[in-house]
């Protein structure tokens, strides 16, 4: 589906236009934060990929054309945070557009806790610094900048930039990230069920203060979990419990808190992914890979009829956003 409108004035329209006919391609990774114990710091881009195609024109139009997860809901017009996030970012550039021609092809499931909403800033913002003169472009450490005041938070957005396992933190209005190499043998399993639950929703569930036992129990696991998934996978299930937010969360999910407690009590490190409602497992090989596999097909059969779930075994995404077509 298409629609054509014409694009409100720009806030930057003393700024030069992009010139017509420049054409972007970036592929994107779908991203789990939190890994348990990560809360708003740890992230793992994941080998589902959306793709967003931008190329300018000189008519002063939008063209939008959307397929996949969330073609039946979102709109094709300015209002769509693709469009909002090129022209931010093409602003803060010191660059306009005069028109877009957007064709998005969404994979990553919308409400569901693998950022989707990350993936489309970092997608638009990547290809709105591929878009302008080569002078004027700036590095992924800029992109993570922007994307994370976008978002409000850096745990999505920095593994879906730089990929694999992404760590990162804040310092007043400055936020950075660093990556680890994740072990070979860690596979990611996700469960997808057929509810949505907004961050928003999930985040409104937190308690203002956690006790300080808690949150050194917390420490002491998010430590342990760096160091299973760079080098000792058989640590997964110890360094995925978690202290700060996945208990308080557990009543807007049920079926997935739940599916996570039988998981963890057949020794697999499952967790809410992100704010939920998806389960990500953590699984050790591929062994135990097509096991949990198995496992989430048989109890969620047998446990919640009334949901349905998508099951797949993952990889980690080693590259991050990559623009894949350029024509200038």
Known sequence: METTLTVPAESAAGAPAVPAGQLVTVRVPATSANLGPGYDSLGLALSLHDTLTVETLGSGELEFELSGEGAETLPRDASHLVVKAITEALHR?????????????????HGRGLGSSASAVVAAV??????????SRRGKDWILQLTSEMEGHPDNVAPAIFGGLALSWQDSDQYSSTCATVSDSVIPVVAVPDYELSTEAARALLPASVGHHAAAMNSGRAALLIHALTSKPEFLLAGTEDYLHQSYRAEAMRPSADLIRALRYAGHAAVVSGAGPTVLVLANGEEEAAAVVGFIEAYTRANTPDVGWRVMKLAVDVEGAKVGVHRR
């Open 126 to 135: 990547t290809a709105a610094n591929a878009l302008v003169p080569e002078p």
């Open 93 to 109: 550039l010191g660059f306009r557009h005069q028109g877009l021609k957007i064709t998005a092809d969404n994979v990553n499931p």
